[in-house]
């Protein structure tokens, strides 16, 4: 798990394969880097090409976490079949999802 | 010249001059390469050895493999024990280098000791401390050996008491297992004209997939098929409360109150506004979810009035068996926000028609380098046996699944549901 600051930004990598092992391979230092930020987190899932609900929930907990202390969680660079699992759950109507990176930096920017 | 070298042997060094003289021109004398064998373990030899140059090794076998015993070099005796009280070799003695050795014959011994007693007081003092030694070593190994099965005996019994705690839970899940598997309706109702069949399996004894189908007021049927977040009991314990909390909801006497029937609208929402505001308000702090598809079906004219809450959408098959559609999705997963509001939406299944509900650990099964069945394969399946009963095709279903893992373990609970109309 990458994780690097761009601006204000907290940019975290995601590992590419986001089953049971490795959710609980990152879940409780995604959890730490992220409520210590305290504002502005951006998950880029490019490297992403599996996600179990597990995964879902991971995210949504993070959401949860920052919102509150007036932060957001947003995503970045879904894959094709990521996209559509966060389609068919409407996790799509949580997330502000953006095409990549850079998108998604700027619209945090603006 | 033997003279001189048998008067460097400490044994020999205080021998007259003539029984030096005697001993050399009468003992024999061995020579032994690297390797050879002066004798073996158990051979009936009763001559003694003192080395005048070389090594030799003391040797003796245990379960076929080579243990040595002792190393002796020029000055010291060897084999004097078989000679003292004439039993087999008790070891195999060889050379460890070239060595020398003179021989010493019974008769020849007793010459020794008797012409010399301080050369009897040291031979007696020798093997005393031999026998000592060999004693020392054979207590020291037996305490070792003791101390490695004192070891071994505790490892045994901490992987006997790790054992029977293992087989208690696995006798406590066979429980948890038959207990949930009372949570699946045990038979599922057929109305004229359809067919409706089901199968789900958990990934781990118990699972977070069920499925249901209730009977409503006026031969209508609630078609549920639910997801929960992760596997195993955290998810098995939700799957549980949220089934037993969707049925009661719908089935709740307020449903058949004032004399009529409620419309499928308010079965769903209200129902499903009751599970979800429940694990909202209880349950917040574990952020668990549960997608779940709740239809109500209406038998008579094949009505389908649903919610999805964030489930796979289910698959509507037309009556050619070629055309598969998705329902539309819905609305979030139950238990993640408690104001959500639920869109109800509709669709007819006509004569002919079939719906597949299922849950993804269906397509996303995977085969053993990783690749998930997806679905391409499950409609392929769908589409090649379009002609067959329902139960069938979920048989049909659930052997190409398992054909395609080829034994790779079952990652997610997998649930499939087929409701055909025939007529």
Redesign the interface.
Known sequence: MNVEHIDDVLVIELPARLDAVGVSAIESNLAKTVTSHKGKVLADMSQVNFVASLALRMLLTNLKSVQPLGGDLRLAGLQPQIAEIFRKSRFDTLFKIYPDREGALAAYRG | MLQDLLREVSWFAHLDANILDHMATHLGQRYLAAGEILFNQGDTSYDCFVIISGTMEVLTFVNGTEHRLEVYDAGQMIGEMALIDRSPRSAMVRAVEASYLVVITEADFKILIGSNPELAMNMLRNSTTRVRNTNQRMIGDLERKNAELLKAYQQLKAAQSELIRLNRIEQEMAVARQIQESFLPRTLAQPVGWQVSAYSRGAQAVGGDFYDCIELSDGRLGLVVA?A???GVTAALFVALSRSLLRAASLAPWIFQGGMAHDAESILTGALWLVNDYICREHAES???I?LFYAVLNPSNGALVYVNA????PLQIDSSGQDIRELQ?????IG?MSSLEFVVQHARIAPGERLILFT?GITEAMNTVGEPFNDDRLHAVLRESADQASQDLVNLVIRQVDAYADGAPQ??DMTLMVVSRTV
């Open positions: 997801d977040c992760g596997k952020n668990m979810f997608t964030g489930h796979n959408p999705e819905g609305t979030l997963p993640i993804d990652a997610d």
